[in-house]
């Protein structure tokens, strides 16, 4: 049991440059999310998933597209990367009746 | 406005010391859940301990125990007995609803040393 896994856990990326950072679990949980943190922000939402399928923005979205084709796998893309989206992103995950969200071990992203 | 407030940067504390991190919430949701996570150096999250609107009792995990005072919209950790190993990044969040669904709202954070 894996619990959530993230790919790749580093990358550095030029402007301009397009990449996905994958998500995986295999807690069969319904619920998934992105976030991104930055020194002195705490940890905050970019997009989120209810279910297969289902997508919805949190509070910092924007430059940022995700996809759920599959229960199990949440995408998130960067399809023109910029230095303000230097940052280390962590996915979650989550069912309903759990008391805890569950992350992934985190990406470290830098944008030149 | 913030919906959580996490008002000390840093705190340091003794070993075997009780240390108290203050978490201050704000919503109009009768239902909703505090969490405490836990980050250390290596960088992940680690779960520590929840509280429901609608428990009674303060909630406790081992060292950790959540002194939730609902009037005053505070959800405080309490770590007994600190540890070198309790040395990390505390984050206290809110999840609004009964649902598990809704994401969670983080607070910027606790840094806590434990000095030897």
């Known amino acids: 049991n894996a619990g959530v896994t993230q790919t790749p856990k580093f990358r550095v990326l030029k402007t301009g440059q397009s990449m996905t950072l994958l998500c995986a679990q295999d807690?069969?949980?319904?619920?998934m999310y992105w976030y991104r943190q930055d020194p002195g922000m705490g940890l905050r939402l970019i997009h989120y998933?209810?279910?297969?399928?289902?997508?919805a923005k949190g509070e910092v979205p924007d430059g940022y597209n995700v996809s759920r084709l599959k229960k199990q796998n949440f995408l998130l893309g960067l399809e023109s990367a910029a230095p303000s989206q230097t940052s280390v992103y962590f996915c979650?995950?989550?069912?309903?009746?759990?008391?805890?969200?569950?992350f992934g071990p985190g990406t470290r992203l830098t944008v030149l | 406005a913030q919906k959580i407030t996490q008002t000390q940067p840093g705190m340091f504390v003794q070993e075997k010391e009780a240390v108290t991190l203050d978490c201050t919430y704000d919503?109009?949701?009768?239902?909703?859940?505090l969490f405490w996570y836990k980050q250390p150096s290596s960088g992940e999250m680690i779960f520590l301990i929840y509280?429901?609107?609608?428990?009674?009792q303060n909630a406790t995990e081992g060292r950790y125990s959540l002194n939730f005072q609902k009037a005053r919209k505070s959800a405080n950790l309490v770590i007994s007995a600190s540890q070198l190993g309790d040395s990390a990044m505390y984050f206290c969040?809110?999840?609004?609803?009964?649902?598990?669904?809704?994401?969670?709202?983080f607070g910027k954070g606790t840094r806590l040393s434990v000095i030897a």
């Open positions: 979650a995950s989550t069912d309903s009746g759990d008391n805890e969200q569950f």
């Open positions: 807690m069969n949980h319904e619920y």
């Open positions: 998933s209810v279910g297969e399928g289902t997508t």
């Open positions: 919503t109009s949701d009768p239902s909703y859940g």
């Open positions: 509280q429901g609107s609608y428990d009674q």
């Open positions: 969040a809110m999840r609004e609803g009964y649902s598990g669904n809704t994401p969670l709202v």
